[in-house]
């Protein structure tokens, strides 16, 4: 019996020795946002995790000139992905902002749970796991129900067009049909 205790004991603690030296660099929790920097797609990196595609996406090809909209998505604000699918509109680009998901998190639920919420959406959405997008679009805001619209103008710029928020736990436990309605209806709004 005492054998077999120790072989657990081992057991789990090789596990936990493995999780440790194989775990990513967390991410800054304080995330520096430069308020000086104008915005521009010209600072956006030239590839993007795009759910959806089985991998990454040339920035040529996401912002395409059609794509006028980026909409970022913290926590619960991804509950706005199923309404968002009825939208037709191709002027969209979804960031979903999981930076701040733990690295084990998001290897085992997150990554499964984005392509299921995205299925059958014709919405590309770029997976921010590292929060590179959010830092070069100077949120510093994470709070999990807040969502953020940026427009990109014809120079390229972008400018941030409106901060808004879903109730929280939206994600965990949804959103009713008159919820879904009024959040699209506020977000539409600013897409002109």
């Not at 996406?57 to 706005?80: P, Q, T």
């Amino acid at each position: 019996m005492a054998n077999v205790l120790k072989i657990v004991f081992l057991a789990i603690m090789g596990f936990g020795l493995l999780v440790y030296i194989t775990a990513p660099k967390q991410v800054n929790k304080d995330i520096e946002v430069n308020k000086n920097i104008k915005l521009n797609t010209s600072l956006f990196p030239s590839h993007f995790e795009v759910i959806g595609v089985g991998g990454y996406m040339k920035k040529k090809d996401l912002f395409k000139s059609n794509r006028k909209y980026i909409i970022v998505l913290n926590h619960d604000a991804l509950s706005l992905i199923e309404p968002l699918k009825s939208v037709n509109r191709n002027d969209i680009v979804l960031v979903a902002n999981i930076s701040k998901t733990p690295w084990f998190i998001k290897k085992l639920a997150v990554n499964g749970k984005l392509e299921e919420l995205n299925r059958n959406s014709k919405i590309p959405m770029v997976n921010d796991t590292n929060g590179s997008f959010i830092k070069l679009l100077n949120i510093s805001d994470d709070t999990q129900t807040k969502y953020f619209i940026f427009k990109i103008n014809e120079d390229n710029s972008i400018v941030k067009l409106k901060e808004a928020e879903v109730k929280k736990d939206a994600l965990e436990f949804g959103i009713t049909k008159e919820e879904a309605n009024k959040y699209i209806e506020t977000l539409i709004a600013y897409l002109k």
